[in-house]
């Protein structure tokens, strides 16, 4: 069956850094446009960065110049690499797979940045 599993959240003080890691199995990786969300409490679920097969990259304006999103399609596994971190960036983040009708959903990892 089709797996998403993230890793890499945290707590992590103002300024600092992490990088979220997501790790695909049961589907055809190379094919699946992979994207970062994330979902801060009693807010909706929103788009952060994604990444296309072949490696075109898109990015949410509060987080563009902070962010990267990189693809290894030999480990079947998107990352966020998550610079100069704020306290409104504190929200559940969710790896995301689509292809066609396809999508697909991690389970979720918290990051939680203190001021």
């Known amino acids: 069956q089709v797996q998403l599993v993230e890793s890499g959240g945290g707590l992590v003080q103002a300024g600092g850094s992490l990088r979220l890691s997501c790790a695909a199995s049961?589907?055809?990786?190379?094919?699946?446009?992979m994207g970062w969300y994330r979902q801060a409490p009693g807010k909706q679920r929103e788009l952060v960065a994604n990444?296309?097969?072949?490696?075109?990259?898109n990015y949410a304006g509060s987080v563009k110049g902070r962010f990267t999103i990189s693809r290894d399609n030999a480990k079947n596994t998107v990352f966020l690499q998550m610079n100069s971190l704020k306290p409104e960036d504190t929200a559940v983040y969710y790896c995301?797979?689509?292809?066609?009708?396809?999508?697909?959903w991690g389970q979720g990892t918290q990051v939680t940045v203190s001021s």
């Open positions: 990444i296309g097969t072949r490696g075109s990259t």
């Open positions: 049961g589907i055809t990786f190379s094919i699946y446009v």
């Open positions: 995301n797979a689509h292809y066609a009708s396809y999508d697909y």
